[in-house]
């Protein structure tokens, strides 16, 4: 059997709601390039804990509510 | 797409050309030559293939930053972060992984006494598939995600 994880989030989401806060923007505050940015937010980076906590502080959110680890089990 | 991956396929692009003409330019030379002078041949070979390889992804780089900066982008100011050096670690591992099979490859011919023709050959091969390696894990860094 074997274990699928991945990492989901709701940067997209809350850059919106933060007075649309642009990916550059995000960056610039949490020291990466947009570049990484964009690559958190389609899922194909996962962000080391450093860089999650620093988004989530950036939206005033706890790290649960900006990152959210699904756990799938294929047969 | 990436900047870095744009480098990574023009780097591999040229080092491909630079390796398919040296080689052949490098054949006709050597072919008659035996001992000393064979590898002398294909130390000189060596470097050329080598400084080749290095002044053309310096070349790929400086023009792909170039254009970036032309059109608003950071070119050689943007920052170096924890995804660059994420993916910079599997490519060098990967790099690594392939030389040394290589070398091993090259050092079997050589004890299976198919002479230093075919052991020089095989390590010209190593050099430029190890940096095809290395690039190429680069583009599924930066665009699938490793």
């Known amino acids: ?75 | 797409m990436h900047n870095r991956t744009k480098v990574a396929i023009l780097s591999a692009v040229s080092n491909l050309i630079w390796f398919v003409l040296t080689y052949i330019w490098n054949r006709s030379k050597v072919i008659d030559l035996e001992g000393e002078a064979l590898a002398q041949a294909w130390g000189i070979y060596f470097l050329i293939l080598i400084t080749g390889f290095l002044v053309l992804d310096v070349l790929s780089a400086t023009l792909v930053m170039t254009r970036e900066k032309r059109s608003g982008g950071q070119g050689f100011e943007e920052t170096t972060d924890e995804r660059d050096r994420h993916v910079e670690g599997y490519a060098m591992k990967a790099f690594g992984i392939v030389s040394f099979l290589c070398f091993l490859v090259s050092v079997l011919l050589l004890a299976l006494g198919l002479g230093l023709h075919a052991f020089f050959c095989a390590l010209a091969f190593m050099v430029w598939l190890s940096g095809l390696v290395m690039w190429i894990t680069y583009i599924i860094g930066y665009e699938r995600g490793l």
């Open chain 1, 1 to 75: 059997m074997a274990k699928k994880t991945r990492i989901t989030n709701n940067i997209r989401t809350l850059r919106f709601l933060a007075n649309e806060m642009t990916q550059q923007q995000l960056a610039d505050l949490v020291g990466v390039t947009r570049q990484t940015i964009l690559a958190v937010e389609n899922g194909k980076y996962s962000p080391s804990l450093e860089l999650a906590f620093a988004i989530a502080r950036v939206f005033g959110k706890p790290l649960e509510e900006v990152f959210s680890y699904e756990d799938e089990q294929t047969k």
